[in-house]
């Protein structure tokens, strides 16, 4: 029998704070001796060591917050594009290009009043347009490219916010189609 309690001596399982006890006991021991070294200097310099080093830890670890902006972040960047790198879109012969920024307040049934172009162009506009871009919500700086006919009806339209075509419209007949432009 004794040589059963012996084997099963030797097969006991260890706990957890077993383990986590002779882990820790070479740095328990360290800092054991570290008191006992403390306890040899002078009074005041214990309490200056345990002011100090925990306040040097905390500025080694501390990470300054970045400077927050003086004043609200706010505007826009434009950049214009120069003559050469705007697009090429074919006029017909008698025809003319129509390029317009618009102003705050305006939409695009008041310019088709202004440029006198038949209403029945808009109601086709509108049919053609994406219900993901819709037309009524042109924006005050946002650039129109029209192109009209000799007969002065409207043949290509073309929406852009800071040089990026937001929509295009081409006629087809008696309808207008939206295109895409690379």
Do not use: C
């Not at 084997?7 to 740095?27: D, E, F, M, Y």
């Not at 100090?52 to 080694?60: Q, R, T």
């Not at 043949?155 to 309808?175: K, P, S, W």
Request: cysteine-free; charged content about 20%; aromatic content about 4%.
């Amino acid at each position: 029998m004794t040589r059963r309690k012996s084997a099963a001596r030797g097969h006991q399982r260890v706990s957890a704070g077993t383990r986590i006890n002779q882990l820790t006991l070479p740095a328990r021991r360290g800092l054991g001796q570290l008191l006992a070294a403390l306890g040899q200097f002078p009074r005041r310099h214990r309490l200056a060591l345990l002011v100090l080093v925990p306040a040097w830890l905390l500025l080694l670890g501390w990470q300054p917050a970045p400077p927050a902006p003086s004043g609200p972040v706010t505007g826009s960047l434009t950049v214009p594009l120069s003559d050469a790198d705007k697009r090429v879109i074919d006029v017909p012969t008698g025809g003319k290009r129509i390029d317009h920024t618009l102003a705050s307040g305006e939409t695009l049934s008041s310019l088709f009043r202004d440029w006198q172009l038949p209403g029945q162009e808009l109601i086709a506009l509108v049919r053609a347009e994406p219900s993901y871009k819709p037309l009524s919500r042109l924006q005050a700086g946002q650039q129109l490219t029209l192109v009209l006919a000799a007969d002065g009806r409207l043949q290509y339209l073309e929406i852009r916010d800071n040089g990026l075509v937001l929509n295009a419209f081409r006629r087809l007949g008696q309808e207008f189609s939206a295109v895409s432009v690379p």
